[in-house]
């Protein structure tokens, strides 16, 4: 089921046993997309962090294993919430999850209904809805004391769509990809859903079809494949999505198949997506703009988005770009935008001299503005590198070179396979390491992160189950 890119690398998924867990299911389970109401403000959820999911005061974050076994489904998914820096972790889970659904496929950590604690997004793209096989849903777990859960799906809910897949947010608008929707008739052309996620409701669909949007629907696009949402060039204050379809085709104006450099890949930034239009303005961006483009570059990958002091910044990657001249080592376009400003390239990233054919940089990113004044910095996941061994590049905005390597792994870990921030911290995830799969977290001024695996410490292990994959995304 890890169907993400094939690099010159394709990582193993190894099952092994584990001990007990306590799991985290809110009460009265699982409700039904519009149903329920926003919970009331608890007192200790009041000045809590971005990522604070428990109301404590202190960062947590959140860890997919989407190919664990709870209750003995193969496949079903798992998610750990690590509070702190690791001191104490819950397994969660929802009770109607299923054999193959992946849930923690996609995971963040975002306050999405206003009571000032965090709240879980939990993508399961390969679960069943209405009858339709690997549709997709993507769960709401609140934070705070007394939350609950829910369910968001698309209003019509396709086999193989895979909804789910990528997720971000921005206050209470949530954003979910569905890259191998038909959208429109077209095969896996893709779609996003964008959801109000304090009293969810029926979803508002996007597609290259839609009014405005730029480029057109073509088969295998994956538009919706990753996700960013942010001030990007519309009206101030206004939020505007950013959108990766690494597999379209360079392939000029107009609807073409087969023709151009194939799955180049591009983006589409539209403008002030808060409420439906008829017609939206956007941008639509190759690589070819930016930088040399080749095909299978795969650009829109991966997506991070920042913003401190009137400035946005926007990431996107091209991990089988060829980045200073390494064939398919990688690259990292940076992309600006303020109150003042559309979005428009600042400079690209790669490892230089350094890079090797298919390490992946840019296979997954982060931002952070956490730190010192004015300081922006971005995580990039090289998981291929070393011959699987991997690593994370951290590079602060506004300095050159190609950045720190944090290379805390061995033979085969993946280690960058996801990266995360929570707060200053780095959140890396190594889901090839050992059976089960680890998260590494490094503070801002740790020379050596510390390792987390379920059933280590006072991390919990699935009760009666065994993890897979953890660390396949973190958030």
Known sequence: MRLLLPLAVTAAIALTSAGAAEALTAPGGVLAAGSG??????????????????????????????????????????????????????????????AGDGFGWSVRLAKVD???????????PYADVAGSADAGAVYVVYGGPGGRTARLVAPEPEADAHFGWSLTSSGTMVAVGAPHEDADGTADSGAVYLFGAATPGTGRRISQETGGVSGNGEVGDMFGWSL????????????????????????????????????????????????PKDEYGSRK????????????????????????DDVGYLAVSAPLGDGGEVKDSGLVQLFLASSTQAVTPLGTLHQGSEGAPGEGYGFSLAFTGEGGEGEVRLAVGVPFDSGGQGGVRLITMGEQGAGRLVTQSGTGDHFGWSVGFSGNRLVAGAPDRGGAGAVVLLGRNDTEGIQLSPGTGRIPALEGAASADFGAAVG
């Open 114 to 124: 206003g009571d000032g604690c965090a709240d879980l997004l939990v993508g399961a």
């Open 285 to 308: 961006w190759d690589l070819r703009e930016v930088a040399d483009s080749q095909a299978g570059d795969r650009f829109g990958y991966a997506m991070a988005y920042a913003e401190r």
């Open 37 to 98: 109401s926003a919970p009331t403000a608890p007192a200790d959820c009041t000045g809590a962090g971005a990522s604070d999911f428990d109301g404590d005061g202190l960062e947590d974050s959140a860890v997919g294993d989407p190919f664990a076994n709870p209750g003995g489904l193969a496949g079903a998914g798992a998610v750990h919430l690590l509070f702190g820096r690791g001191e104490s972790g819950k397994a969660v889970t929802v009770p109607e999850t299923k």
């Open 228 to 275: 960013a949402i942010g001030r990007l060039g519309g009206t101030p204050d206004e939020p505007d999505l950013a959108v990766g379809v690494p597999y379209e085709n360079d392939d000029g104006a107009g609807r073409q198949v087969d023709a151009g450099k194939a799955d180049s890949g591009s983006i589409a930034v539209i403008y002030d997506v808060r409420e």
